[in-house]
Nanobody
């Protein structure tokens, strides 16, 4: 299992930006596909973005394309989610996840799941 700790959430006005970070420990970070999920109140978690072990391949769900950027620094065992042009519908708890596959757009073979960080976007 990989231990994951997210940070960087908060309250921001619509149109603003936030950067989430996820620090990993345990396991072989650079071999894992990493991703960010979000869970809105009363809904199931959904995958927002994922990135391959070397950072060279990324995936975004349609609703965040062009606004969010996922990246990773394998030297720091950290994955990031840069969120720009935030909308009220981006309000959710954001979770970081690690997958045993080098790259995946489903992340169903998770080996780590963070505790979540709240993002709230006000109008």
């Amino acid at each position: 299992q990989v231990q994951l700790v997210e940070s960087g959430g908060g309250l921001v006005q619509a149109g603003g930006s936030l950067t989430l970070s996820c620090a990993a420990s345990g396991g072989s970070f650079s071999s894992y596909g990493m991703g960010w999920f979000r869970q809105a109140p009363g809904k199931e978690p959904t995958l927002v973005a994922s990135i391959s072990g070397d950072g060279g391949t990324t995936y975004y769900t349609d609703s965040v394309k062009g606004r969010f950027t996922i990246s990773r620094d394998n030297a720091k065992n950290t994955v990031y989610l840069q969120m720009n042009s935030l909308k009220r519908e981006d309000t959710a708890v954001y979770y970081c996840a690690a997958d045993r596959y080098y790259f995946t757009t489903s992340m169903t073979r998770r080996v780590g799941w963070g505790q979540g960080t709240q993002v709230a976007v006000s109008s």
